[in-house]
């Protein structure tokens, strides 16, 4: 299940149409997708693609994403830690960074101008698109694991612009992950 969390209020908001709503008003799409089609832990990416064509191939039409790929990130993957640390620094990119997760689970974290930070966390089934220069940071927990899908316009623009803020920092170790 997913949880979209506000830290510093202590607000935290589990129903998934709540989610989408809270999102949608700030620019950010989000929606739950059928994950019944059955796919072995290490369905490679062929298989996971075809398994979600149905609702790929109309979601990169109707939003102009060029190219998809699927990613795993686990504990085992070459030089995580180093991985990870790059995502937990806030940053920006001048593309939409969407992700549809297969497996496992991630927590993004969003800078907004005027908003409260928050957190959405996304288990499989959930889609989220991170819209264009939106201020935001990516944490996939001290035990990673993750499948995706990403959905590209054009995956060699899709670079980390580091914002150097920090404020990420007062936030990591956070208790979002429940």
Not at 9 to 14: D, E, H, V
Not at 47 to 63: M, R
Request: proline share 5%; glycine share 6%; with cysteine.
């Amino acid at each position: 299940m997913s949880l979209l969390s506000i830290p510093d209020s202590a607000k935290k908001i589990q129903e998934a149409k709540e989610i989408q709503a809270y999102l949608q008003a700030r620019g950010i799409h989000y929606e739950r997708w059928d994950i019944s089609q059955p796919l072995s832990s290490d369905a490679d990416e062929k298989s996971v693609l075809t398994a979600y064509e149905t609702h790929l191939t109309p979601y990169c039409e109707k939003h102009g994403y060029q190219s998809v790929d699927v990613i795993c990130v686990n504990e085992e993957t070459p030089n995580v830690g180093e991985i990870r640390k790059k995502f937990l620094q806030e940053h920006t990119h001048t593309e939409d960074e969407v992700r549809f997760f297969v497996r496992g689970q991630g927590l993004f974290w969003f800078h907004l101008p005027g908003e409260p930070i928050f957190s959405v966390l996304c288990q499989e089934g959930d889609l989220l698109s991170v819209p264009a220069h939106f201020k935001h940071w990516f944490d996939m927990g001290d035990a990673p694991y993750v499948k995706v899908i990403r959905m590209f316009t054009d995956p060699t623009g899709w670079v980390a612009h580091y914002t150097h803020s920090r404020v990420e920092e007062r936030y990591q170790g956070a208790s979002s992950w429940q």
